[in-house]
């Protein structure tokens, strides 16, 4: 991202938001064969790969991790309920809580997702240290963006 005038700063090429966004087109992309095997969308994987670290949180939890409104994610999480793969209930402690849990179909979804990960490293043509230093770099941005909010 060389600048070398004023005008270069409004060439397309040289802005951090878009080598993000389409860095972030293409690795949807990549994941999309892999997911439409398991009958899921990108979003819907992100939601199971939290549920699948902890089971029987709340939508809001789920919220959190994902960095997604509650609007956003009750209908991705009601179409996983619909395939069978997760249950909705209501918390009895906090009705305006829902719980949600995998079902037996959503745990044994994840050992046939097991292979994803090691798929997309390949696709990436980085090797694994270098994958983990570009997240966390990724990650630490996300932090400075959200901090400056």
């Not at 991202?1 to 409004?10: G, I, P, Q, R, V």
């Not at 990108?42 to 609007?71: H, K, N």
């Not at 996983?80 to 179909?105: H, K, M, N, S």
Request: contains cysteine; aromatic residues 4%; charged residues 25%.
């Amino acid at each position: 991202m060389e600048t070398n005038t004023a005008n270069d700063a409004l060439l397309l090429d040289n802005q951090l938001c878009f080598a993000l966004h389409s860095a972030s087109l293409a690795m949807t992309k990549v994941y999309k064969p892999h997911l439409d095997r398991l009958g899921l969308t990108y979003p819907q994987y992100l939601a199971l790969l939290v549920l699948w670290e902890r089971d029987g949180i709340t939508v809001s939890e789920i919220g959190e991790r994902l960095f997604l409104d509650s609007g956003t994610l009750t209908p991705l999480l009601k179409r996983l309920e619909a395939q069978g793969l997760v249950d909705r209930t209501r918390d009895p402690q906090d009705e305006r809580r829902v719980v949600i849990r995998l079902t037996a179909q959503g745990r044994a979804l994840r050992q046939q997702a097991a292979g994803i990960p090691g798929c997309i490293l390949g696709a990436s043509g980085c090797d694994v240290d270098e994958i983990v230093a570009l997240a966390e770099r990724i990650k630490l941005l996300r932090r400075q963006l959200a901090s400056a909010i």
